[in-house]
């Protein structure tokens, strides 16, 4: 479990490294808010722009969203090192895959809440959002998730994100 201190660190670091602003940007330009984000990046790197998930020889993730090195984007990126140099592609391709889980969330479960909708969302920013769906249709969405819990985790970091600018950090 993580701690409001250990998020407020993350929080300090997305400013010091410039990576506030620009997952802002691409969270309002595809319709959900900073903080929910911000807690996609905690979740996936505890908001370090890095090469992760190590199997076979090879990093699959790519950058502080972490995409797959099955979408061309994420591949080239690796290869060409502009993860570093140019990370703002891969933070917009993830905020669209994000925007278009909100949206068949919503489409699948028009009566959930809206917290609700988003926790399916970010359940299948981790396992695919068909997945997901499948998921929420037998109780929750996090079944197929890593730990079992991605969803959940990401809206609790979420709050504490919202909680800590609302404190004016």
Known sequence: MITKIQILNQLHSLRHTGFA??????ALAHGFTT??????????????NELGDFQKGEFHGVGIIQIDIQHPIAREARDSGSWKTN?????DFGAQILQTNIAKAKQR???LSPEQQLKIAASGYNC??????????????DKLTTGK???R????????F????????
């Open 128 to 141: 695919g959002i068909s997945r997901a769906i499948i998921g929420a249709e037998h109780g929750d969405s």
């Open 153 to 160: 985790d990401v809206m609790t970091r979420m709050a504490t």
């Open 21 to 26: 602003p620009r997952l802002e940007q691409h």
């Open 149 to 151: 819990n991605y969803g």
């Open 35 to 48: 903080p929910f984000f911000f807690a996609i990046a905690s979740r996936e790197t505890n908001c370090i």
């Open 87 to 91: 990370p703002d592609p891969l933070i």
């Open 109 to 111: 479960f028009p009566s």
């Open 162 to 169: 919202e909680e800590l600018i609302s404190e004016g950090h």
